[in-house]
């Protein structure tokens, strides 16, 4: 059987594309979702933010938790869901 190395080359060159684009797209939903779950339309006091994916329902959860001015927790985190496609 020969071994057609065009086929192999394919195989092996593809997945070393999709990997660093997946990952970089990845990161820039991610960079999004932080960027929506930290704007405040009103002045609002200091607050930590995360944001984690969810898979049900497909999207984002944002976690803000205000904190005092020496960065310790004051309040309940509130939890803000965030499509994935808006």
Same mark, same amino acid.
């Given at each position: 059987m020969k071994i057609?190395?065009?086929r192999i080359a394919f195989l092996l060159v =593809?997945?070393?594309? !999709?990997?660093?684009? =997946? !990952?970089?797209a990845y990161g820039a939903i991610q960079q999004r979702a932080m960027n929506v779950c930290t704007a405040t339309p009103t002045p609002e006091?200091?607050?930590?933010a995360s944001v984690d994916f969810s898979s049900s329902p497909l999207g984002w959860v944002c976690h803000k938790t205000p904190t005092d001015k020496s960065g310790h927790p004051i309040g309940a985190t509130v939890d803000k869901?965030?499509?994935l496609i808006p």
């Open positions: 057609q190395r065009g =593809v997945p070393m594309m !999709l990997i660093p684009a =997946v !990952l970089i006091p200091d607050f930590r869901r965030i499509p």
